[in-house]
């Protein structure tokens, strides 16, 4: 097995388990803490637009390597292991019907990048 295919295994396993902590999150005996370490991960994971643009060298891709991964093997920890089984089992279906897209997770990495662009005016317009 190449190195490429082993990063793809570990890619799969990853988008798996993001889809897992979806149905997780939406478990009742999830406890609150979980579900909000859960959403988190999972509006990022599923949001289309990341924290640190992929166009940008190195830092792009970087986010998602280490960001996602973190988040995922955090959340997996505070949720009961009971319910980790059952939604690892239930996430063969939610694959088979298609990506969700998450536009909470959109929303918020819109907000964050709205406002750092506006310290950053803000910052500029201190200095003149």
Same mark, same amino acid.
């Given at each position: 097995?190449? *190195?490429?295919?082993?990063?793809?295994?570990?890619?799969?396993?990853?988008?798996?388990?993001?889809?897992?902590?979806?149905?997780?999150?939406?478990?009742?005996?999830?406890?609150?803490?979980?579900?909000? *370490?859960?959403?988190?991960?999972?509006?990022?994971?599923?949001?289309?637009?990341?924290?640190?643009?992929?166009?940008?060298?190195? =830092?792009?891709?970087?986010?998602?390597?280490?960001?996602?991964?973190?988040? *995922?093997?955090?959340?997996?920890?505070?949720?009961?292991?009971?319910?980790?089984?059952?939604?690892?089992?239930?996430?063969?279906?939610?694959?088979?019907?298609?990506?969700?897209?998450?536009?909470?997770? *959109?929303? &918020?990495?819109?907000? &964050?990048?709205?406002?750092?662009?506006?310290?950053?005016?803000?910052? &500029?317009?201190? =200095?003149?």
């Amino acid at each position: 097995m190449t *190195v490429l295919q082993r990063w793809k295994q570990r890619a799969h396993a990853l988008k798996k388990e993001v889809y897992a902590l979806y149905l997780a999150y939406r478990d009742p005996r999830t406890p609150w803490y979980a579900k909000a *370490v859960a959403a988190l991960v999972v509006a990022y994971a599923f949001s289309p637009i990341d924290l640190i643009p992929d166009p940008i060298p190195v =830092l792009g891709y970087l986010d998602d390597l280490v960001l996602v991964p973190l988040g *995922v093997a955090l959340a997996l920890r505070l949720i009961p292991p009971e319910v980790v089984a059952d939604s690892r089992a239930k996430t063969e279906e939610l694959l088979r019907a298609g990506k969700p897209v998450s536009w909470g997770g *959109v929303v &918020i990495v819109g907000v &964050i990048w709205i406002t750092l662009a506006g310290l950053a005016l803000w910052f &500029i317009a201190r =200095l003149f």
